[in-house]
């Protein structure tokens, strides 16, 4: 079982950046993003869940960011729009065994290695 997360970078305020999930050796229904600021806890960023076309936002970055998925390729996506320097964080996707979305990421099974976004402001 294996995630794997890219796409993390150097943006400036205002500009965009789309991160991949590839998940390999499962297939669940509810995936997740989650972001970790240095120094702060692991927050949660939003979820999706396939079976009902569910999608949940942080408010933090809700009409900002887009979760979306590719059943066919077992990817998720994080397509980010007018970042701001407080997005700065490690980004990792989770999967989680149940059909429940949460938004608490100790719920959640399985883990990717986290792709680091710095926004420069």
């Known amino acids: 079982v294996q995630l794997q997360a890219s796409g993390g970078g150097l943006v400036q305020a205002g500009g965009s950046l789309r991160l991949s999930c590839a998940a390999s050796?499962?297939?669940?229904?509810?995936m997740g993003w989650f972001r970790q600021a240095p120094g702060k806890d692991r927050e949660f960023v939003a979820t999706?869940?396939?079976?009902?076309?569910?999608?949940n936002y942080a408010d933090s970055v809700k009409g900002r960011f887009t979760i979306s998925r590719d059943n066919a390729k077992n990817m998720v996506y994080l397509q980010m729009n007018s970042l701001k320097a407080e997005d700065t964080a490690v980004y990792y996707c989770?999967?989680?065994?149940?059909?429940?979305?949460?938004?608490?990421?100790?719920?959640?099974?399985?883990w990717g290695q986290g792709t680091l976004v710095t926004v420069s402001s």
């Open positions: 989770a999967a989680d065994r149940t059909t429940s979305p949460s938004t608490d990421w100790h719920k959640y099974d399985y």
């Open positions: 050796g499962l297939r669940t229904d509810v």
């Open positions: 999706i869940r396939w079976s009902a076309g569910s999608r």
